[in-house]
């Protein structure tokens, strides 16, 4: 079966880096779009960055523009997202987020998520 499985999370003080990794089985990953997607506690989930199928198409939220970096590599069947100059605000579950299509912004499988937590 589709299955997401985000790992690279955890605490990092203000400022510092991570890269959040998430491993796709069960489709063939290279073509799909894929998303990361975040949740504070108390908040809604909000995207973060959106990478097309062939990488060719990143969006990014504004909070996070310049700072996190979403690329894929098809032959690991893998997601990234590379953070940096992380903020408080940044401190949330991170969801990695398979689409519907090749460049569909909708998504239709989520992983478990992984633990950010920056603070010093």
């Known amino acids: 079966q589709v299955q997401l499985v985000e790992s690279g999370g955890g605490l990092v003080p203000p400022g510092g880096s991570l890269r959040l990794s998430c491993a796709a089985s069960g489709f063939q990953f290279r073509l799909y779009a894929m998303s990361w997607y975040r949740q504070a506690p108390g908040k809604e989930r909000e995207s973060v960055a959106f990478?097309?199928?062939?990488?060719?198409?990143?969006d990014y939220a504004d909070s996070v523009k310049g700072r996190f970096t979403i690329t894929r590599d098809n032959a690991k069947n893998t997601l990234y997202l590379q953070m940096n100059s992380l903020k408080p605000e940044d401190t949330a579950e991170y969801y990695c987020?398979?689409?519907?299509?090749?460049?569909?912004?909708?998504?239709?499988?989520w992983g478990k998520g992984t633990l950010v937590a920056v603070s010093s």
């Open positions: 990478i097309s199928w062939t990488g060719g198409i990143e």
């Open positions: 987020a398979k689409s519907y299509g090749a460049t569909s912004r909708d998504m239709d499988v």
